[in-house]
């Protein structure tokens, strides 16, 4: 996977009007007064003339203030969506409960691109929702997408993409016989993991995702895929090549975790479990395991 301050015009203190008088000075025939400091509130209007209808110091008020003699406008309230600013329980509850309306993959992916409520949504390029298959009978589950993903508004488009076709297509699978998204459909900033609270809040459309599937075989791709779905706080390293029960509402189906192709390209010794573990994905399909 992988994202001055201007200081305004300080307000100083009115000069009390028994300093004002006598304080111009002649010099060379001409009057020369000494600048009058700013009035105590406001900023100065500058610019234009210095006219009766436009003093130099015509008081501007602050922004955001209201004019003199009316009452200051109530501030609109906060709303998921204009700063992603929900609590973490309220825009999880907020999910499952739009979730919970998808009768369709399409139908989810529409809901989840007006989803606000989640921060990323605002700093990815796109909504990278999924790949593959939807009849098929594995879902490959990744954590979040990289910039290759997040540029195309696919899963698994770049290097660890090129890795998980091979991979599968060394046991007999490929893009139109597998279904492929994440856990996370936003490309977190940097290429950095997502956070719980992250991972939170998009969890209840992968849950949805899962069951519109409705595949024979999940696998988990790493292990924050895995921890998410299982509940397991073990790391990938213990917990792949291992078979987890996952409930459907009609059925339970079968979880393997393995490595994240991410991983494998960065200790390539490791592909060696990976490749066990692929073996027991065919088995499983041939109905051997």
Same mark, same amino acid.
């Given at each position: 996977?992988?994202?001055?301050?201007?200081?305004?015009?300080?307000? +100083?203190?009115?000069?009390?009007?028994?300093?004002?008088?006598?304080?111009? +000075?002649?010099?060379?025939?001409?009057?020369?007064?000494?600048?009058?400091?700013?009035?105590?509130?406001?900023? /100065?209007?500058?610019?234009?003339? %210095?006219?009766?209808?436009? !003093?130099?110091?015509? *008081?501007?008020?602050?922004?955001?203030?209201?004019?003199?003699?009316?009452?200051?406008? /109530?501030?609109?309230?906060?709303?998921?969506?204009?700063?992603?600013?929900?609590?973490?329980?309220?825009?999880?509850?907020?999910?499952?409960?739009?979730?919970?309306?998808?009768? !369709?993959?399409?139908? &989810?992916?529409?809901?989840?691109?007006?989803?606000?409520?989640?921060?990323?949504?605002?700093?990815?390029?796109?909504?990278?929702?999924?790949?593959?298959?939807?009849?098929? %009978?594995?879902?490959? =589950?990744?954590?979040?997408?990289?910039?290759?993903?997040?540029?195309?508004?696919?899963?698994?488009?770049?290097?660890? $993409?090129?890795? +998980?076709?091979?991979?599968?297509?060394?046991?007999?699978?490929?893009?139109?016989?597998?279904?492929?998204?994440?856990?996370? @459909?936003?490309?977190?900033?940097?290429?950095?993991?997502?956070?719980?609270?992250?991972?939170?809040?998009?969890?209840?459309?992968?849950?949805?995702?899962?069951? #519109?599937?409705?595949?024979? /075989?999940?696998?988990?791709?790493?292990?924050?895929?895995?921890?998410? &779905?299982?509940?397991?706080?073990?790391? /990938? =390293?213990?917990?792949?090549?291992? *078979?987890?029960?996952?409930? #459907?509402?009609?059925?339970?189906?079968? =979880? &393997?975790?393995? #490595?994240?192709?991410?991983?494998? =390209?960065?200790? @390539?010794?490791?592909?060696?479990?990976?490749?066990?573990?692929?073996?027991?994905? %065919?088995?499983?399909?041939? $109905?051997?395991?």
């Amino acid at each position: 996977m992988a994202r001055g301050h201007h200081g305004g015009d300080q307000p +100083l203190r009115a000069a009390r009007p028994d300093r004002q008088a006598g304080r111009g +000075l002649q010099v060379a025939g001409a009057s020369r007064s000494a600048p009058e400091p700013p009035p105590p509130c406001g900023r /100065i209007a500058r610019g234009g003339s %210095r006219g009766p209808a436009a !003093s130099a110091n015509t *008081l501007v008020p602050p922004p955001g203030s209201a004019p003199p003699g009316t009452a200051a406008p /109530i501030a609109a309230p906060r709303t998921f969506g204009r700063a992603a600013s929900a609590q973490p329980d309220e825009a999880a509850s907020d999910a499952r409960a739009r979730a919970r309306q998808a009768k !369709s993959l399409d139908e &989810l992916e529409r809901i989840l691109a007006d989803f606000d409520a989640c921060p990323l949504r605002f700093t990815a390029k796109n909504l990278v929702f999924a790949d593959g298959n939807p009849e098929a %009978r594995v879902m490959f =589950l990744g954590e979040a997408p990289g910039a290759d993903e997040d540029r195309i508004g696919k899963p698994f488009m770049g290097r660890s $993409g090129q890795l +998980l076709d091979k991979m599968m297509k060394a046991v007999g699978l490929d893009r139109t016989s597998a279904y492929i998204g994440n856990i996370v @459909p936003w490309r977190p900033p940097g290429n950095r993991n997502p956070t719980p609270q992250e991972v939170a809040v998009c969890r209840p459309f992968v849950e949805r995702q899962i069951e #519109l599937v409705d595949p024979d /075989i999940i696998v988990c791709l790493g292990a924050p895929a895995t921890q998410t &779905l299982t509940g397991t706080k073990d790391g /990938i =390293l213990r917990t792949r090549g291992r *078979l987890f029960p996952y409930k #459907l509402p009609s059925r339970e189906v079968k =979880l &393997l975790a393995t #490595l994240h192709p991410a991983f494998l =390209l960065r200790q @390539p010794v490791q592909k060696r479990l990976a490749w066990r573990d692929f073996r027991s994905l %065919r088995a499983l399909l041939d $109905g051997k395991a």
